[in-house]
């Protein structure tokens, strides 16, 4: 289908997740020339059932733009992880709230970032070895911090709860005997 477009030409293609991660050469090889001899513009990762009931294979949609091809490395990929397009996941596929395609719409033109979408340096891309553009390998994992109490706090604490339900142990063993 690229060899179809004309140079200012976009498409987009519908692809099997396994496409963006498999780990045999010509699968690599065929990663390497989309990103960089192809003009790969984005990589939008459906959630697996939005093709149900015909088939709950993930899937994700590959985008190229001619005017984008044989970029300079300083260039990126847009990834956009859509969870849900307003209807259920199931074979039922009844309609839903949630629905990030308006979202994927919104952010497109400029290839926003947001909670579901990055950009991923095309160098970035080209370091690894096997070429990936599976959604999750390059988003930034954010830690949160979390405060624990000391050990020595815990303990006090369960020394004291221990404290009050013995205590109320023995008042209801006095009364029981009454």
Known sequence: FIDHLSPTGRAGVIVPNGVLFGGNKAAVKIRELLVNEYGLQAVISLASGMFKPYSGVGTAILV???????????????????????????????????????DVIAKWEKCEEGANSYRVPIAKILESEDYSLSAGRYRLVTAQATNHDTPKDILSEVLELEDEITKKTKHLKKKKKK
């Open 64 to 102: 190229f733009d001619r005017t984008k091809a044989k970029r300079k490395k300083d260039d990126f990929v847009w990834f956009y992880d859509v969870t849900a397009d307003g209807f259920s996941l199931d074979d039922k596929r009844t309609p839903i709230e949630a629905n990030d395609i308006p």
